[in-house]
């Protein structure tokens, strides 16, 4: 949606890093300075659409098609491979390429939406931009993860 739809970045993507007690969701979107904001306003808008309905029918089969896809180009990479087995043997227990597919595959669509709401809560989320911002804008990129992470606070 970020490129296709709203033309605000280059390139956007995700990736996930699972480890035994600690996973890293990264979004990485290409984008000109001017439209930073624009971004982390849809990257949140993205997230929050997650959380409160979980995905379509459409989205879901991308999702699954793209994981498929993948998993298999990290089978056909032996760098990627290795990298697979060697973070496989520091943190067990040890998982196949082929389990962490059907594992990801059996994942219930309905569940998608609290999961994300627990693990991408705005208390949880770090906001990290390479490149150059002016002033202006790197306080309103402050006063957004601020108000988020009030907004998060549960009311006393």
Avoid at 21 to 46: C, N, Q, Y
Avoid at 53 to 69: K, L, M, P, Q, S
Avoid at 136 to 141: G, I, P, Y
């Amino acid at each position: 949606r970020i490129v296709d739809e709203l033309a605000l970045a280059y390139h956007a993507g995700c990736d996930l890093e699972v480890y035994d007690g600690v996973s890293v969701l990264t979004f990485d979107v290409e984008t000109s300075a001017p439209k930073v904001l624009a971004v982390v306003d849809a990257l949140e808008e993205v997230v929050s659409e997650v959380i409160r309905g979980g995905v379509d029918d459409g989205e879901w089969a991308r999702i699954r098609r793209r994981y498929i896809f993948e998993m298999g180009c990290l089978q056909d990479a032996p760098s990627s491979l290795c990298s697979w087995m060697g973070l496989q043997e520091l943190h067990p227990p040890y998982v196949s390429v082929q389990d962490r597919l059907n594992q990801v595959l059996e994942v219930d669509r309905r569940a998608l939406s609290s999961v994300c709401a627990e693990h991408l809560a705005p208390e949880r989320r770090q906001l990290t931009i390479i490149g150059d911002l002016d002033p202006l804008q790197r306080a309103a990129l402050r006063r957004r993860v601020h108000r988020a992470r009030v907004a998060a606070q549960p009311d006393v």
